[in-house]
């Protein structure tokens, strides 16, 4: 337990460190030394790489995680289970390679008016799709090595510090914008590298294959963990990716750089769950191993109230200071407004829901998720064809909403069906009424000259009233445990 804690400390610290870089990268930078265009070329290439890659790895991550128990045998150097990653791995690319060469010759019809732009840029997709295709690869099996710190620690940390460096750059006009996207090309691909690196320096590479182990039932497993695993990799990316895609297809360049700029800041909302979906995926495998419904019931309870207060507080302050948030971008992207309404409100509706999806992954009807994922990832293709040519980025967001109501929502009936859990309550209504309490209160406060002290003076009236309500409705006995000892210290 030492050891899980430990690093689920430090990998926590890395992802919020990594989330403020992020910020600072997408948010602060990419708009003030970027045209819209070019940020929509860097954030499509990323896109599409992650959406290929996940694809392309052929859902052997969901082997890594579930099977490699089978293969643990450190003697035998694991039983030639890295000869078998590495071949899945070169499968999968030779896969991709073959996509894209198919379907390169119709990039000038779906890029529309900016073809002239951004045809020459499609080949970087080959070494960000191979080099992405490993990391995740073997990032999954360092994990299982007990590790789960330093690929977070190389894409989280090292690549948006190497992204930020080259910006400055820019900025001091040292570089140009075709260097820094060979730069930025090149930071991406190298997590991969220095993850091998780490496990050739541990001895935790060999090529020595030993496809005897694999028995006929063993091979029958491998191949069903696998296909589930690629539809859910599937879902996961269409869902997170699609909209990107389908903006740049559907309306410009310029489109999808608005749209990942503004979209980045209703993201924040969610990253509190991050680290707990990780934490509680421990306890509700060793509660379902027990048949302990009890355990899963109060933590999926506990876990979906939790979220939503948090990520009720940070709406409300995000959206009281929308206008001030929009002084941080350039003037292109104040047509973003809504996107952020919309992408905030869709992370709400993610964090309301809590862990359920870590319950059904867990669970004996795991395969569910993959079919809320298949569910989830056909909406959001739907109601994007449908709303981005009448809304444009407005209804790539709304369409996000939407998808995420409807996934958030099938999972919830699922669990109440099947195992009857029941997470929501009386004190859900309470937090809502704290967040419009809150941001009424904030949103009369007369405007400030600086909008730097107005985010300030803002965000501290909505905390002090949203925390200070939520203590006196009792909404959670355990926020007020805490409180009771924060104040007795």
Request: glycine content about 6%; aromatic content about 14%; charged content about 15%.
């Amino acid at each position: 337990m030492g050891i899980i804690r430990k690093q689920t400390i430090i990998g926590s610290l890395f992802s919020y460190s990594g989330a403020l870089l992020g910020l600072v990268n997408t948010a602060i930078l990419f708009p003030r030394l970027l045209s819209t265009d070019e940020v929509g070329l860097l954030t499509w290439l990323i896109a599409a790489t992650m959406m290929t890659s996940q694809i392309s790895s052929l859902g052997f991550g969901a082997v890594i995680s579930r099977l490699f128990p089978y293969f643990r045998n450190k003697e035998n150097q694991h039983n030639g289970f890295m000869f078998i990653l590495f071949c899945v791995g070169i499968l999968g690319f030779a896969l991709s390679l073959i996509a894209y060469f198919a379907l390169t010759p119709f990039a000038p019809g779906y890029f529309n008016s900016d073809s002239s732009f951004n045809l020459d840029y499609l080949f970087y997709l080959i070494p960000l799709v191979f080099f992405s295709i490993f990391f995740n690869l073997l990032d999954g099996f360092n994990r299982v090595m007990y590790d789960a710190i330093s690929g977070t620690f190389f894409r989280d940390i090292v690549f948006r510090l190497i992204v930020l460096v080259s910006l400055l750059l820019l900025g001091q006009e040292i570089i140009d914008f075709n260097q820094l996207i060979f730069i930025y090309i090149s930071a991406y691909c190298l997590p991969a590298v220095l993850l091998f690196a780490v496990l050739i320096k541990r001895k935790q590479v060999s090529f020595k294959p030993n496809l005897k182990f694999i028995k006929p039932d063993l091979k029958k497993i491998m191949i069903n963990t696998s296909v589930f695993g690629l539809l859910n990799n599937f879902g996961n990316k269409i869902a997170a990716q699609i909209d990107k895609i389908m903006i740049v297809g559907m309306l410009s360049l310029g489109a999808n750089g608005i749209f990942t700029v503004m979209s980045y800041f209703g993201v924040l909302v969610s990253m509190p769950s991050r680290s707990l979906n990780k934490i509680s995926s421990t306890i509700i495998a060793e509660a379902w191993k027990k048949k302990d419904l009890k355990t899963i019931s109060k933590t999926y309870a506990q876990s979906g109230l939790h979220q939503f207060m948090v990520a009720c507080l940070l709406f409300v302050g995000l959206w009281v200071n929308i206008d001030n948030v929009l002084q941080i971008v350039t003037p292109e992207y104040i047509e973003g407004k809504y996107v952020v309404f919309f992408i905030g409100l869709s992370n709400v509706v993610l964090m309301l829901s809590g862990i359920s999806g870590v319950v059904i992954q867990n669970s004996p009807a795991y395969r569910k998720q993959s079919l809320f994922l298949i569910i989830y990832a056909g909406l959001i293709v739907v109601s994007n064809a449908i709303m981005i040519p009448i809304w444009g980025i407005i209804g790539a967001a709304a369409a996000s909403f939407i998808a995420s109501l409807c996934f958030n929502l099938m999972k919830y009936l699922f669990l109440l069906k099947r195992y009857k859990f029941q997470p929501l309550n009386y004190r859900y209504v309470l937090v809502v009424f704290c967040a419009v309490l809150s941001y009424y209160i904030a949103y009369l406060l007369p405007k400030q000259d600086s909008f730097i002290v107005d985010i300030i003076i803002r965000g501290a009236i909505v905390s002090l009233i949203y925390i200070a309500s939520s203590l006196i409705l009792c909404i959670s006995k355990d926020f007020n445990d805490y409180a009771k000892k924060l104040i007795k210290r």
